[in-house]
């Protein structure tokens, strides 16, 4: 794994959002001695906010509902085995980590506000679209 990749997952690796396979890869990456390109900080940075995030986001664990209508529409829209096999869309997957947290963290420090229901739709509409267009 070079440094750009570890820096392409790093938000993914900070969410715990990594399968085993790529988290002990990350892990691995860091653990190497040699000279990083800026991935110890891309991680540290990453789990500030994610930190941030646990913090500010979750005043109240959301209902069983919510969650079921998310699995549903994930399994719906992606099909059960397509994040596994398809490396184009496990791409977008990363990249949406990284927007799930910038798009939280506008919420929070901009708006002061936590992310609703509707913002978190949005969201994983967008990464419906990012796992689709296959970039
Ligand atoms: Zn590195």
Known sequence: M???EFKEMAPAYALIALDEQERTACAQHLATGSAHRGCHEAVASAELLAARLGAALIPQ?????????????LTAERGTAALSDDPARRH??????GWLLAAALVGVYLYNAPLDLRALHAVMRLGGQLASSGH
Do not use: F, K, Q
Not at 61 to 73: G, H, K, L
Not at 92 to 97: A, F, I, R, T
């Open 61 to 73: 664990r959301p209902s069983p509902e919510v969650w079921r209508a998310i699995a549903a529409r």
């Open 2 to 4: 070079t440094c750009d």
């Open 92 to 97: 977008g997957l990363y990249h949406l980590c």
